[in-house]
């Protein structure tokens, strides 16, 4: 196995912490899945790009949708373009015939087919039927899978490394559980907060930064919000408040622009009426 792989430890655009580091270098040493839970917002998939950068792999992204099923993954038999060509395309008949040109793969598909090692993203794998992550481990174990049209079997020449990532919205089940290291991102406390938007902002001043991100937790640590703000939405926030020139003594007094970090109507309401008893809170 490539030594890199029990050495990750993000990149110069994706702070980490060593329980992180240390669940990927787990991931990489074991060659099992890496399955990342969390809220919206840590950075799970973003963790799969820096693995990508860190290692030196291509990265393929399979977003799941609740339509999603693991044979998509692998490859699609496109009977209808089969179709199209026959009646209406150039191709010759002997073309035509071949159904090979017709097999598209998937993501997973593309993976274990790749001529070097690619990190694949299975993104957001709670969204899709209870059944797609089962339908997934016999491929996962072995790394081939064989297409059912041609009768022809792909094989990985190289174990792809695989980063799944979930919303924790729903139970995953046990079996699936157990073929992966697992990791949940805890959300950053406010010093890895500021390293991360220090990234992001590397020239604004300090006191902007740490005006807003206190106001930042102020507002995600108010009772009953339905949506709390992310690390993205902070991010935005604060170029929108550099941008505007405003004295950083009005950020947490006024949370002016707070409609880039509160995406729902009750939200708004609901932390106005927390902030209501401060002195100099008022309604947006």
């Not at 491929?139 to 190289?158: K, N, P, Q, S």
Request: charged letters at 30%; a negative charge; hydrophobic letters at 40%.
């Amino acid at each position: 196995m490539n030594e890199s792989f029990r050495h990750f430890r993000g990149t110069p655009t994706y702070i980490t912490d060593p329980a992180l580091e240390a669940a990927v270098n787990a991931a990489l040493a074991l060659e099992r899945p890496l399955l990342v839970k969390g809220e919206p917002g840590t950075g799970k998939t973003l963790l799969a790009q820096a693995v990508a950068e860190g290692l030196g792999h291509p990265l393929l992204h399979w977003p799941v949708k609740s339509t999603t099923r693991a044979q998509d993954g692998l490859y699609v038999y496109d009977t209808v373009q089969r179709l199209y060509d026959a009646r209406f395309g150039d191709a010759g008949t002997d073309a035509v015939r071949d159904i090979r040109r017709y097999i598209k793969h998937g993501a997973l598909g593309r993976a274990l087919a790749s001529e070097e090692r690619v990190v694949l993203l299975i993104d957001e794998v709670d969204k899709a039927d209870l059944e797609f992550p089962n339908d997934l481990l016999h491929e996962l174990d072995r790394m081939r899978f064989v297409v059912a049209e041609t009768g022809d079997e792909i094989v990985a020449r190289h174990r792809p490394v695989v980063i799944i990532t979930s919303n924790n919205e729903k139970e995953l089940p046990d079996a699936f559980l157990r073929r992966c290291v697992f990791h949940f991102i805890d959300f950053p406390d406010p010093p890895l907060m500021k390293r991360i938007v220090r990234v992001h902002h590397p020239a604004l001043d300090d006191e902007l930064i740490d005006q807003a991100i206190a106001a930042f937790y102020d507002v995600r640590g108010v009772p009953r919000v339905r949506k709390r703000p992310s690390t993205s939405e902070l991010v935005d926030w604060i170029a929108v408040l550099a941008q505007a020139g405003l004295a950083t003594d009005r950020v947490r007094a006024e949370l002016p622009f707070v409609s880039v970090l509160l995406k729902k109507e009750q939200d708004h309401v609901t932390v106005a009426e927390a902030r209501s008893g401060k002195s100099g809170a008022r309604r947006w």
